[in-house]
């Protein structure tokens, strides 16, 4: 093999070398967070009427839905009925992947001091975060 030839072919390998590693690392996963999403949890005084009614006939299920009004997305997480009150809702996260929105929410149960109401509640938690189109993840 000549000098030039083995120039032409080390030249190849170096181009093909570089494009494998740029493709591998423009390959993303789809689960990956891109970034971390503000959101608010409201107040059931604050949430739309329209779904405020919504929940109010879906409560004594658990539901997961989502809500979209005036440039603003709404992510509703509900835990049923529960025979007592004083439960709350905590909030773990709420992220962007490339395909989607992930959000993760936990009951917490009441306090010894809650268990002796015997008055059933629903717990929900109703997040207000900006619009998005893509599809969100209830884990």
Known sequence: MSELEKRIVSAF???LLCLS?????AKKDPME???DWEFTVIAEDNVPEELLAMIEEKKAEPFKM?????????????YGTQ??????IAV?????TA?????????I?????????TTPSYPYVVIKAEFTDKPVVFD
Request: net charge negative; glycine share 12%; aromatic share 12%.
């Open 109 to 117: 149960g009441p306090g010894p001091e809650e268990k002796a109401n």
């Open 33 to 35: 967070k891109i970034k």
């Open 21 to 25: 590693v740029v493709a591998c690392a």
């Open 92 to 96: 773990n996260d709420l992220y962007e």
């Open 13 to 15: 390998l170096v181009c």
């Open 66 to 78: 989502t809500f979209q009004d005036q440039g603003f997305l709404y992510i509703c997480v509900g």
């Open 99 to 107: 395909n989607a929105l992930y959000v993760d929410t936990n009951l």
């Open 83 to 88: 025979e007592t009150g004083g439960y709350s």
